[in-house]
């Protein structure tokens, strides 16, 4: 059975940091690349980071490029999402996907950042 299971999300004051994961299980994520999305009430979903499956390779979003990092531990199946200097609008429902053979997709975590 396939899951992600995203965690970490919470509230948190603008310029505060937070870190989300993403455990994976079910397939062979390290043939997979897995990328960070999230979707903000009204909004469409927005890919936000994506490492490739060996690592090497990251792409950012230029909304938060220099702000978020991504990395991912192929021997304990999790990819996880730094995020610092946290702005309004990062609020958003944060998502992982799994993209190799098949796409998979958790459920999300919430992050809201306010005052």
């Known amino acids: 059975q396939v899951q992600l299971v995203e965690s970490g999300g919470d509230l948190v004051q603008p310029g505060g940091s937070l870190r989300l994961s993403c455990a994976a299980s079910g397939f062979t994520f390290s043939t997979y690349v897995m990328t960070w999305y999230r979707q903000a009430p009204g909004k469409g979903r927005e890919q936000v980071a994506m490492?490739?499956?060996?690592?090497?390779?990251?792409n950012y979003a230029d909304s938060v490029k220099d702000r978020f990092t991504i990395w991912r531990d192929n021997f304990n199946n999790t990819v996880y999402l730094q995020m610092n200097s946290l702005k309004l609008e990062d609020t958003a429902r944060y998502y992982c996907n799994a993209y190799g053979w098949r796409s998979y997709w958790g459920q999300g975590t919430q992050v809201t950042v306010s005052s």
């Open positions: 490492i490739t499956s060996d690592g090497r390779r990251k």
